[in-house]
């Protein structure tokens, strides 16, 4: 299992993570079963990372690749991607990624529009829209989330 989440003071991985790396990372172990990205950047982390994962990591059952940001990480073609390729990560169970489009009315319309249609042609994945933001609790910065799931569109 390969997980990003420590944005403490302390932490200077998230700025080293791009979409470059992370694609690396998936050819090189392309046995992940598990990857979690929290906190990533927009500007650095995008959906090229998404295909990364999902084209070379057959045995992939959980991909999170969520940011602070709502927007820019995940395009609809990701999703038609997937639907498409049936064999790129065909374990795959859930899938947490942001939760709307491009920030437009018809970036969202789209974006939701595909997500449901590969949640229709993979009726065992469970896609988790997420929400991360930081909040500083006890002198340091933590995490936190919201979500929503959806399953057979």
């Excluded at 932490?11 to 998936?26: F, I, S």
């Excluded at 979690?36 to 690749?65: M, V």
Aim: charged share 30%; net charge positive.
């Amino acid at each position: 299992m390969f997980r990003f989440q420590d944005v403490g003071y302390q932490a200077h991985n998230e700025n080293q993570m791009t979409d470059a790396a992370a694609t690396q990372l998936a050819r090189v172990c392309p046995k992940l079963r598990v990857v979690k990205l929290q906190g990533a950047q927009s500007s650095r982390l995008t959906d090229a990372s998404l295909i990364g994962f999902l084209s070379n990591c057959p045995y992939l059952s959980s991909l999170e690749i969520s940011g602070l940001r709502d927007q820019g990480i995940v395009k609809d073609s990701s999703f038609d991607a997937l639907r498409e390729n049936p064999t790129w990560a065909p374990k795959l169970k859930t899938l947490r990624i942001p939760r709307c489009g491009d920030g437009t009315y018809k970036g969202r319309t789209s974006y939701m529009k595909a997500m449901r249609a590969l949640t229709r042609e993979r009726e065992k994945l469970v896609v988790e829209l997420v929400n991360v933001s930081q909040r500083k609790k006890w002198g340091d910065w933590e995490l936190e989330e919201s979500h929503e799931r959806y399953r057979k569109g």
